[in-house]
Each structure stands twice: as C-alpha cells, then as structure tokens.
C-alpha cells in the first residue's frame, strides 16, 4: 500500500485525486495541506482524512510515501521549505506549473537527496505530443516551417502560456537543437514586423472551463501540419499522476520525467 499526501489538497486538482485514489486497492490517501488548514467536515467533503496547512505539513507528510504537490509555485516553496524538512526520505510528484527560478533551484536541490518527478501534463496524450512535435520539428526544420503554438484553458487559470506549451515549446526547439529560451515569442501585438527565422510563438485562450487544448502549427508556404491534443475531464491529469505517484516510490536521488514512466523518447518535458 503506497500511502500519498497533497499539497494543495483543497483545489481542484487535489480534490480529483483523492476522488480518483478512493477507487485504487493499491494506494491510501493519508492527508493533506493547503494554504489554510480545513476543519474535519471540509476536509472530508474534499476526500481527505486532514488537510493541514503547508507549513505545518510535516505532521502529514510523516505518514506518505510519496507527495504530489498541484498548488502554486509559492505552495510548493511552502512545501519544501515546511519546518522539520517533512520531504526527507520521501518521493516528490510535481504537478503545479508556472515554476521561476526560486523554485527550480529547490528542486535541483532537493533531487540530490530524493526523486523528485516534475510534470507540467500528466496524460499520456500529451506526452505523446512532445515526442512527436520534437520528430516533426527535426522534419520541418525553421525557416521553411514557422512553429506557432496556441493552448485554451479555463478562465481561472493562474499562469500562461501554459505549462504544457511550455514543454512543447522546448519540445519543438530540441528537435531544432536549439534552446526555446532565444526562440521564445508570447503573443503578437502592434507594429510586429516581419517573423523572425526559427521564433516558436505561444498563445493563450483563457475563459469558461476548458479543462485544457494545445496545438502546434507548423506554417510552409504550400502546407501546414498541425498536431493537435484535447483534454475533455482533468480526471486524466488525476489518474496519470497516481501512476506517477505508484511508479517513483523506491526510485533513488535523481529528475525524472513522464517520458521515463510512459516509456516515451520526448526530452522537451518539463
Ligand atoms: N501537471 C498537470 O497535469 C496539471 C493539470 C492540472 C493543473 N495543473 C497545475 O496544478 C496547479 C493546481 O491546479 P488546480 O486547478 O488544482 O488549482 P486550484 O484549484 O487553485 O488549487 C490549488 C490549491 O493550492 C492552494 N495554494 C495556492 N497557493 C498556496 C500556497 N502559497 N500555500 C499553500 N497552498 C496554496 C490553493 O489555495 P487558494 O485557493 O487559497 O489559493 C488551492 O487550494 C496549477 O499550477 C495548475 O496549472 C497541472
């Protein structure tokens, strides 16, 4: 039995997890921690034995095997830096996006102690994508193919482009063996000028409750591939971050990526 805490249990994320969790033989949801700690009703209501608040998340964190974390990059900072060093010894899942630097820093830190398994898409469809826009990228190289990429989500959605983009963004400019950090373009606006060679350009549809759409677009002169990936229920996100959950406990130090668990080849993950 593979006992699981969540940090930023109370969300949406959290909440279809443990609802996902209760139906698993192999896995026991031991609590959680939010940015508030829940009273016994509410955090039941929300699945969970306790949600307690992120810096008092040793108390919980004590009993798992592995943490999943889908809170915010200021959560998942409370997190690692709870009092006690509550993630020592266990295994980190990390689903929230919009990571800066503050908090890859930490987690480069924390993978020389533990394994730690950061995803920004924890569906197979998705991890499937980025294989594929980093072997059509190789195939339809810049500057006869312009690589533009637009995603939707929801209206609450904290952070854009998102996550996913993201990786298919880097995705895209590993099969161009480049990095996307020069190639980088958010949106277009006002006098723009002529596309630069090789720009990989992001777009961001926010509103209702898309749960999640991305598309890469590779524009030639005479043809336009487009690969296309559409998420109808964030249940999806849910079950495939339980598997990674199932498949890092008693992994060693050390990044690990969906493509290893899936057994996909994509190195634009992140
Ligand atoms: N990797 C994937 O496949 C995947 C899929 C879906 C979502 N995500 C990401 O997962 C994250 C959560 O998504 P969601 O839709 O579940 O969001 P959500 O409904 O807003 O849930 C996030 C939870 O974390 C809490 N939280 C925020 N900041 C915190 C802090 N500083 N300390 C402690 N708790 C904090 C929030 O509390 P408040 O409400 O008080 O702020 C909320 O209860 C986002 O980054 C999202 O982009 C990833």
């Known amino acids: 039995m593979i006992g699981i805490a969540v940090n930023g249990a109370a969300g949406r994320m959290g909440r279809t997890i443990a609802a996902i969790a209760r139906d698993l033989p192999d896995v026991r949801i031991v609590g959680g921690s939010d940015r508030e700690r829940l009273d016994d009703e509410a955090a ?5 034995p ?3 608040a992120s810096a008092d998340a040793a108390s919980v964190v004590a009993e798992a095997d592995v943490v999943l974390d889908f809170s915010s ?7 690692l830096d709870a009092p ?3 993630l020592a010894g266990k295994a980190l899942v990390v689903g929230t996006t919009g990571l800066g630097e503050a908090q890859l820093e930490r987690l480069r830190a924390a993978e020389r102690t533990m394994a730690v398994l950061v995803a920004a898409n924890f569906s197979i469809g998705v991890n499937l994508l980025l294989a594929l826009a980093e072997q059509a990228a190789r195939a339809l190289p810049a500057p006869a193919y312009d690589v533009e990429i637009v995603e939707a989500h929801h209206r609450r959605k904290a952070d854009a482009p998102s996550g996913t983009a993201l990786a298919l963004g880097r995705a895209v400019a590993a099969g161009r063996n480049a990095s996307l950090e020069s190639l980088r373009r958010d949106g277009r606006s006002g006098q723009t000028g002529e596309r630069p060679a090789g720009e990989i350009g992001f777009h961001a549809l926010r509103g209702g409750e898309v749960v999640g759409e991305h598309r890469v677009l590779f524009l030639g002169a005479r043809e336009r591939l487009e690969l296309a990936h559409v998420a109808t229920d964030r249940a999806l996100f ?10 890092i406990v008693g ?3 050390g990044a690990y990526g969906m493509a290893e668990v899936l057994g996909l080849t994509a190195k634009g993950e992140g």
Request: no cysteine; aromatic share 6%; hydrophobic share 60%.
């Open 251 to 253: 992994k060693g130090p």
């Open 84 to 86: 006690g060093a509550p």
């Open 50 to 52: 306790r949600i307690v």
């Open 238 to 247: 849910a079950e495939g971050a339980l598997v990674a959950a199932r498949w």
């Open 44 to 48: 039941a209501a929300a699945g969970f």
């Open 73 to 79: 990059p200021a959560g998942l900072l409370a997190l």
